[in-house]
Nanobody
Framework: QVQLVESGGGLVQPGGSLRLSCAAS????????MGWYRQAPGKQRDLVAT???????NYADSVKGRFTISRDSAKNTVYLQMNSLKPEDTAVYYC?????????WGKGTLVTVSS
């Protein structure tokens, strides 16, 4: 069984930065994909960024140039560095792991961008 634990959310002013972390534990295969999705109130859950075990990275157009995804393979941890935050980035951010044909989700961490 896989568990994902997110941390790092909070309140930040427009233009500010936050760093999210997601630690995965359990049976994790060497080939997998980790990533971040977000869900704003009243909207669907959307892709933010993903990173494969091989290091390939994909970003949503809305965050390119502002967000950076990275990973520490030894710790099974993925990070999301968020810079130049905008009010429209406000959402619950969920960690995601695609592993052995299964999709796993964390419980989410709230990011609020407001002055």
């Amino acid at each position: 069984q896989v568990q994902l634990v997110e941390s790092g959310g909070g309140l930040v002013q427009p233009g500010g930065s936050l760093r999210l972390s997601c630690a995965a534990s359990g049976s994790i295969f060497s080939i997998h994909v980790m990533g971040w999705y977000r869900q704003a109130p009243g909207k669907q859950r959307d892709l933010v960024a993903t990173i494969t075990s091989g290091g390939s990275i994909n970003y949503a157009d809305s965050v390119k140039g502002r967000f950076t995804i990275s990973r520490d393979s030894a710790k099974n941890t993925v990070y999301l560095q968020m810079n130049s935050l905008k009010p429209e980035d406000t959402a619950v951010y969920y960690c995601n792991l695609y592993n052995a044909g299964r999709i796993n989700w964390g419980k989410g961490t709230l990011v609020t961008v407001s002055s």
